[in-house]
């Protein structure tokens, strides 16, 4: 019987590196990714937001091989919620009742504080046989996005950890994302 060959984490999620502006898959393609500022929509006129969806559509329109992403960019406490509330039905001394009512209460807040916490980005894919230089059509597609009004920034290598840790793990709270896990503790003295 043949032994299948185990896959890497990396190899699951076809990431093979992170460069300072793309994923680099497996397959030669690379991804590089553009994070768009939502617009707070409740102060504009239904004109205004008109605009915007017609701007967003050319851009959409204008570009082969792009996706749209979006991601929660804050925690979601619900399981932390159910677990409080279940205690609470548990829980015989009145005083930690309080305590636990009052965990809850401060988890539905932050919650309310950040519910528009979102994460808008574009996508664009540059395959292997692409005969174009990726540093001039990356700011091409940003000129682009920019002519439609539309704020936005290309992710770096930070934000793209980030990205990555808020998709798999929900992961909003690090600061920076090291490269190698536990490299921030290693030392030259601790050889």
């Known amino acids: 019987m043949k032994k299948k060959k185990k896959q890497s984490t990396r190899e699951l999620v076809n990431t093979k590196t992170i460069t300072d502006f793309s994923l680099q898959q497996y397959g030669g393609d690379e991804i590089v990714f553009f994070i768009i500022q939502p617009q707070n929509l409740s102060v504009m006129s239904h004109e205004n937001i008109g605009s915007k969806i017609f701007a967003l559509t050319n851009v959409l329109k204008g570009l082969a091989d792009l996706e749209m992403i979006s991601l929660n960019s804050r925690d979601n406490f619900e399981e932390n919620k159910i677990f409080l509330r279940k ?10 009742i309080q305590l636990l009512n009052k965990d809850l209460l401060h988890l539905d807040k932050i919650q309310i504080q950040t519910a528009t916490a979102r994460l808008f980005l574009l996508a664009v894919r540059i395959k292997p046989n692409d005969q174009v230089e990726i540093m001039q059509l990356i700011h091409r597609i940003e000129k682009l996005i920019k002519l439609q009004n539309l704020t936005v920034k290309r992710a770096s290598k930070d934000d793209l950890k980030g990205m990555l840790a808020v998709y798999f793990e929900q992961n909003v709270t690090t600061d920076r994302f090291e490269d190698i896990d536990g490299e921030r503790w290693y030392t030259d003295e601790t050889v």
């Open 87 to 96: 205690r609470i039905e548990e829980e015989k001394n009145e005083k930690v």
